[in-house]
T-cell receptor, first 111, second 116 residues
Framework: DGGITQSPKYLFRKEGQNVTLSCEQNLNHDAMYWYRQDPGQGLRLIYYSQIVNDFQKGDIAEGYSVSREKKESFPLTVTSAQKNPTAFYLC??????????FGPGTRLTVL | AQSVTQPDIHITVSEGASLELRCNYSYGATPYLFWYVQSPGQGLQLLLK??????LVQGIKGFEAEFKRSQSSFNLRKPSVHWSDAAEYFC??????????????FGSGTRLQVQP
């Protein structure tokens, strides 16, 4: 089955820790995206990548980092510089028509 | 800058009643428009999309939406709501071709409750 997988489903972080969220797709899409979702705020774009080895900051990139070494993978690292990381994180990918397909999400909680 | 407004944060309808969720957008060119649905704790699923052509588009689960350029709107409708339609609905617009940014801009969502 083609689709997007995110892991883990739930993640807990201690203060000062960096954590990495995984996103993998087998849809052969060039573009991939990371969104953050908070209650009542919809989806906000963190980073996006339109091609391997290239990525761009979105609207709320501070405290986050990404890499795009393979077409299938777009991991997101939440660094200790992100002051309020508790949120639901969604990964998506798209083909050239911009129809985005979403993964099931990772819920990150800071302890 | 492009933006999407969903004026209704929360809507409650009775099962079997009709539904209309509003979406207004601000965009400098012909937009691509999308409606997504999200069940609690899940990812987003595409309901329907508009790229060009017929302004009334049909989607999955019996949903439809109408693009009205004069009103900058893309409202989602369903003639008879089922209890399983209870979820959060997001309208999205994109991309910004002149900046090369191909990501979508999402509205803040409308949460739908369905009463028995």
């Amino acid at each position: 089955d083609g689709g997007i997988t995110q892991s883990p489903k739930y993640l807990f972080r201690k203060e000062g820790q960096n954590v990495t969220l995984s996103c993998e797709q087998n849809l052969n899409h060039d573009a991939m995206y990371w969104y953050r979702q908070d209650p009542g705020q919809g989806l906000r774009l963190i980073y996006y990548s339109q091609i391997v080895n290239d990525f761009q900051k979105g609207d709320i990139a501070e405290g986050y980092s990404v890499s795009r070494e393979k077409k299938e993978s777009f991991p997101l690292t939440v660094t200790s510089a992100q002051k309020n990381p508790t949120a639901f994180y969604l990964c998506a990918s798209s083909s050239r028509n911009n129809e985005q397909f979403f993964g099931p999400g990772t819920r990150l909680t800071v302890l | 800058a492009q933006s999407v407004t969903q004026p209704d944060i929360h809507i409650t309808v009775s099962e079997g009643a009709s539904l209309e969720l509003r979406c207004n957008y601000s965009y400098g060119a012909t937009p691509y428009l999308f409606w997504y649905v999200q069940s609690p704790g899940q990812g987003l699923q595409l309901l329907l999309k508009y790229f060009s052509g017929d302004t009334l588009v049909q989607g999955i689960k019996g949903f439809e939406a109408e693009f009205k350029r004069s009103q900058s709107s893309f409202n989602l409708r369903k003639p008879s709501v089922h209890w399983s339609d209870a979820a959060e609905y997001f309208c999205a617009v994109g991309p910004i071709m002149d900046t090369g940014r191909r990501a979508l801009t999402f509205g803040s969502g409308t949460r739908l409750q369905v009463q028995p």
